[in-house]
């Protein structure tokens, strides 16, 4: 019901934005483990409630979808009951975490599952889901600040404009394979309102706003040279991605979606986390 590795498109960005809380307090070393691993379990738990009540709210579109209709609650392979189990399990996990990383994180945790899980009812009233989505992920990396340094600084919001930006757009390009049931459905989306071929323009246009975001991040934090590679690394990466998808052939919308999406993330992690460490040689 869940994939494992969906929980690479948000993780990178905000362990990225640990890492930039750390390098921001000196590199202080105190604790520093410990609060990256509590940071993947909150990370891990928030995307598995999520995903668990997306499957559970969205059962009975997925079973009437001929792509979803495979998927575990639909076809019957799990139960509803244990969907809301699994719900309620990994929700004790993410305060449990939010909880031992500071008392500001315990207190945003509701807030947090009320953002990622309202996405869920998004494309019943408005095509502007992606960005919901889009938001629910983008959180992450100002999440991880909080975690480290129990408040919030306001640059980090550029990458939480970035990774909005980011998921929307591949969401938009996701959701054009979907374009006919959504208009048989009445359910919305930018493919839905616009048309394939605009909505993959417009997934264009977000992805350009992300590496602008990006750009303004290591701006403001006055990052290295590692750092800009790593958005050229992203720019070409998110170019090839664009080449993958038509509007006239969509066959290859997996690999742009998942592996294509999965490289970017991971990759941007690797060579801001090697720009923050190599301030970390230099301080020394």
Known sequence: MIKFEHSVFALPFALTGALLAWRDAGFRGDGLWWKLLWIVVAMVAARSVAMAFNRVLDADIDGRNPRTKGRHLPAGLLSARFAWGFIALWTIVFLGASGALNSLCLKLAPLALGIVCFYSYCKRFTHLAHLVLGFSLGIAPAAAWIAMSGELDPRILWLTAAVTLWTAGFDVIYACQDYAFDVDSGLNSIPQRFGISTALWIARVLHVGMLVCLVML????GLGIAAWAGIAVVAVLLAWEHRLVRADDL???????????????????VFWA?????GLNGAA
């Open 218 to 221: 290591v701006q403001a934090f």
């Open 251 to 269: 066959s290859r919308i997996d690999a742009a979606f998942f592996t294509m999406n999965g490289y970017i993330a991971v990759l941007f992690f």
């Open 274 to 278: 090697a720009d923050i460490f190599l």
